[in-house]
């Protein structure tokens, strides 16, 4: 299994360089968020949490964390402005990390462009991690965690969606679960929620944003960024600063895990072994017991 993986990386870490130049360590944790950018999607949680992960390694010294590569890979809708400075985020932190030698290679971070089904199917059999983080009672259902798990990858994620189904199937002990319910979202919304006091009183939270906001990220783009921050410390519409501690705090899990191979790839071919719900042929099954009740034509395996 785990050369299979690794095989599967070595093939992504080829694409990546042909496409963006970008060297990368298939020994990493390759952490992966593919999807359409948008807001309720959180690209830019994961963002902050890979900020934070790598002022922790420059200044603190703090060299206690695996490896990752984090990948991301989507596309924004023409009109969508947000989404659009979210795509232009990512490339500007990773021009910066990925350019300092001072943290040792231990984070790259790459945009994946032009996202489409063709692109696609060499990024889901590489990943050991799948970011699936959107704001609880956001997201419809999805199918890209499915297909990451299919392919080995763990998950870390909100009870959101098919997360929910997911999780129920591989067991809790192999997901990596975060942030707020549903039901805690409409709530802390309900009772007045506030960014900015948490901004205020939370030093690595604010210290992410800052970075954000420095000459290194926001003054040489002509200070693009300042929209998508002040929308971050005034509403916060899709609570990533609710969920920024609980985030982090699974995210260093992850690394404690991966650190130990065979814990890792255990979670992981069970996450394969525990999926078949999600195939297409149980759909398929289903939809036509229940509702088509088509004839069901046997074949035979000897081909008469």
């Known amino acids: 299994f785990k050369k299979i993986k690794t ?25 992966i968020q593919a999807k359409r950018i948008h807001e309720y999607k959180r690209q830019h949680l994961n963002v902050l949490h890979i900020i934070h992960r790598y002022l922790d390694i420059k200044y603190n010294r703090n060299y206690n964390y695996v490896p990752r590569t984090f990948i991301f ?16 985020l990512i490339n500007s932190v990773a021009e910066v990390i990925n350019n300092d030698v001072s943290i040792k290679g231990l984070i790259k971070v790459v945009f994946i462009p032009d996202f489409n089904v063709k692109n696609a199917q060499p990024i889901y059999p590489a990943a050991d991690l799948s970011e ?10 999805g199918t890209g965690n499915m297909k990451f798990a299919f392919n080995g990858a763990l998950t870390i994620g909100t009870l959101d969606g098919a997360n929910v189904e997911i999780r129920d199937e591989v067991g809790a002990e192999n997901f990596f679960l975060f942030g707020l319910t549903a039901e805690e979202v409409l709530r802390w919304k ?30 040489r783009n002509g200070n693009v960024f300042t929209p998508l921050v002040n929308s971050l410390i005034n509403r916060d519409e899709f609570m990533l600063f609710a969920d920024f501690d ?55 395996s000897t081909g008469d």
């Open 7 to 31: 095989n599967n990386k070595r093939r992504l870490c080829e694409i990546i360089r042909q496409r963006t130049n970008i060297l990368i360590d298939p020994d990493s944790l390759f952490t």
């Open 73 to 88: 890979a989507g596309k924004a809708a023409p009109g969508y402005f947000m989404a659009k400075l979210i795509i232009k």
């Open 132 to 141: 699936q983080i959107s704001t609880a009672g956001k997201e419809a259902s």
């Open 190 to 219: 309900r009772e007045g929620y506030n960014p900015r006091e948490i901004f205020n009183n939370n030093p690595a939270l604010r210290a992410t944003i800052d970075f954000i906001m420095s000459y290194e990220i926001n003054g």
């Open 246 to 300: 609980s985030y982090v705090r699974t995210e260093r899990e992850v690394d404690e895990v991966f650190k130990r191979a065979a814990v890792w790839y255990k979670k992981a071919i069970l996450n394969v072994a525990r999926v078949g719900r999600f195939s297409s042929d149980r759909a398929i099954l289903e939809y036509n017991k229940d509702v088509w009740r088509a004839p069901v034509i046997e074949v035979s």
